[in-house]
């Protein structure tokens, strides 16, 4: 069974191949005695950087996408001034080509058959998405550029320090938000950041690392997607530094798209800048829950600098540190089953966020509506009110953009309008529904 979102041209990739129309599947893979047979989650599986890079094909293919900052006062909570003009905060963000990620992914199909590598194959042709199988983190949907576009305006306002931020990135996906994030940090022409100091007489609390975990259902999306758009958006960050600074870039890029040789010296490039900058990346994938909980809060030090650290201290400082926890996430709310993980999920890095003693913050981007599937902002709210029940600290949620008050902004080509919540732990709210305040 498959239901439509009921929205066109939802993906803004323009792909001459591409559906107007994204349905969602059953989690069904057959029939066995006359009964479906339901596909088994896929358990969460951690991976480094380095691991990561190692998959990249010999070259790749990409086309920059233009990001312009929100113009309404939603997105602005210290009512900071905002860009006098769209193109005083203009970003070309880069982005591998779908058509290039597919190539590889049909060349690979052919080496090796299995429904999970069928329903990659044929969810990049139809647009489809199936449930434990796929679930469309190939393609950029309109909700992750509007994440992307709101902290875009939050970096050009100042209103966002990433200094020794944890990032998680829930459904990451072509990894947008996660990539702006990147080429900020790359683009800057010195560190922000003082390296650690390995003096024992510095008396001074250690430096914390910035840390970004990248979590999408399936690894090959993270390898095809997620980090080749972070490896070109250091790229073209480093690229604007050096520009910056006078010097001439190893790697010759079009802003305009191109594309380039991800050579052996590309990659170990991007793992001695994050050594150099502090910098780690990790990726996980599978589903949602207690697992992916454990997972990540018992194994993220642990891996944090596995790919050969010349920052041997990282796994500890990030164990015992006050850390900002910044939480991501772009239509991941469509469908009214995984709403329970997801939000369960969203409640347990919340808290162990302040557990270690520091903010937690989730940014949530979602279509208010998602027709023929059930899902959407109502019933996200609603679960956050449900799930708070019986907590110490339940949920808090405050609207802080929205497609029909940002004038810079496209209400969409189906008319669905958009939002992004901002959702936290609030104290004494045992039982309490979340509300949008």
Known sequence: MAFNFGFASDDIEEDE????????????????????????????KLHTLEEMLSTLPDQITYTSYPLHSPSNPTSNPTNAPSPSSPSEATLSLPRRDIHDIRAQILAESDLSYSPTSTALTEGLSSDDIKPRLY?????????????????????????????????????????????????????????????????PEHSDPPTQPTTFLLADYNFPVLTHASIPNLLLAYLFGTETAGAQQGARSTVPLDSSGGEFETSEMVRASMLEWTQRRDIGILGVEGAWGKDFLDVVRGQQSSLMYEQGSVMGGMAERTRKSKRKTLILTSETIYQPATLPAFVETLFGLLEDGEERGGEAVALVAAKKVYFGVGGGIDEFVGMLGEMSKGRERGAGVRKAWDSNEDEEGEMGRGGVGRCILEVRLEGDRSGRDAMIF
């Not at 191949?17 to 969460?44: M, R």
């Not at 902290?151 to 990451?172: F, P, T």
């Open 135 to 199: 679930e469309g983190g190939f393609k950029t949907w309109e909700c992750a550029v509007d994440l992307a576009r709101y902290l875009h305006g939050l970096l050009s306002r100042k209103e966002l320090d990433l200094k020794g931020m944890r990032v998680v990135e829930l459904g990451a996906g072509t990894a947008l938000p996660t990539s702006l994030l990147v080429h900020h940090l790359a683009s800057s022409p010195l560190s922000p950041f003082p390296s650690p100091s390995t003096s």
């Open 17 to 44: 191949d591409d559906s107007n129309e994204q349905t969602v599947e059953s989690a069904t893979l057959g029939t066995k005695n006359g009964n479906h047979v339901d596909l088994d989650l896929l358990p969460p």
